[in-house]
């Protein structure tokens, strides 16, 4: 099974407009999705849809669309029930593609709340053999909150892999204590290594455009050498990089990616833990993320990607 944690849920509503946003006028609105959103959640829904064993913890209202929306879906789940609200955030997405985003705050939690929250995730991880965390932090958290979750499961189940998609103070927090809690998989943006490890705006990216991908694949392993056993860097939808101590490769999407109604970051997790999860190789799971971070959501689903919609064969893995 595999336990993700969202810490900060909100609700995603994708908007689709007939043209180009035009500032100050009326947009029409042609479809809309909307979908329980947070990493954690995101992840999950994905990986429920395709067939997974998964089970989402996070804090919500009893009563709210948001727990609507995931009771709906049949997403196993259990919940710390708080007072909200839970935030909206919504993408409005011309007839090109292109994304204008607004984003409520983080939902507030006072510490209370995240210390039921860190032990229900430890009580949830008797059953997984992955548990993710992932996404935003609340404004009152501490930025070493995922850290604390951490170092509870590494005590309690010291058996059990665990993923971190953070980024931000958070993810500062976690590199900073990467031989206390040694992650399984860390997956992160190109950009957020720049920024965590005090790095120049585009040390990893410029040269990634050009083609040379030795600087990310050095700061990849730098942090592998710290106490990672896998580091998933993402630096655009069509291309990631994945390293360990013993490989590096460059999982390519060489089609057009598809409409999606979660972030492709949480789609492009949940193809990796899912396809991991099975015992698949490295490059399998590799190519399984990528393929699930580009695919057509189903129209059905909230155009959340399921497996009958991978175009696997379009993935292009190379060796470094």
């Known amino acids: 099974m595999i336990l993700t944690v969202t810490a900060s849920p909100y609700l995603l509503s994708t908007n689709e407009l007939d043209g180009t946003i035009e500032i100050g006028e009326a947009n029409k609105i042609r479809q809309v999705s909307t979908v329980a959103g947070g990493f954690g959640t995101g992840v999950a829904a994905t990986l429920f849809y395709g067939g997974n064993e998964t089970f989402a913890v996070f804090p919500a209202p009893e009563i709210s669309h948001y727990m609507r929306l995931v009771t709906f879906a049949g997403l196993p789940h259990e919940i710390i029930p708080v007072a909200g609200p839970i935030p909206m955030h919504l993408t409005m997405r011309d007839a090109e593609g292109n994304e204008t985003k607004f984003k409520d705050s983080p939902m507030p939690l006072d510490v209370s709340q995240l210390a039921i929250l860190r032990d229900l995730v430890v009580r949830r991880a008797e ?6 965390l992932g996404g935003n932090l609340p404004s009152i958290a501490p930025a070493a909150w995922f850290v604390d979750v ?7 189940h010291p058996h059990v892999k665990v993923a971190i998609a953070a980024t931000g103070a958070a993810l500062r927090a976690v590199i900073r204590q990467l031989a206390a809690t040694s992650p399984d998989a860390l997956i992160v943006a190109a950009e957020e290594i720049e920024i965590a490890t005090g790095l120049e705006p585009k040390t990893l990216r410029g040269p990634w455009v050009e083609g040379d991908l030795s600087p990310t694949v050095a700061a990849a392993r730098a942090l592998i050498d710290s106490g990672v056993t896998e580091v998933l860097v993402t630096n655009k939808r069509t291309e990631s990089l994945y390293v360990s101590e013993s490989e590096s490769l460059l999982a390519s999407y060489d089609s057009t990616p598809g409409k999606q109604g979660v972030n492709w970051r949480e789609s492009f997790t949940a193809g990796f833990l899912a396809a991991s999860n099975d015992g698949k190789s490295t490059e399998d ?12 959501g189903s129209e059905w689903d909230n155009y959340i990607p399921t497996p009958d919609k991978l175009r696997a064969e379009h993935v292009v893995i190379k060796s470094l």
């Open 127 to 132: 059953d997984a053999a992955w548990v993710l």
């Open 285 to 296: 799971s590799v190519i399984n993320a990528v393929a699930y971070a580009n695919a057509e």
């Open 150 to 156: 951490v170092r509870s499961l590494r005590l309690y």
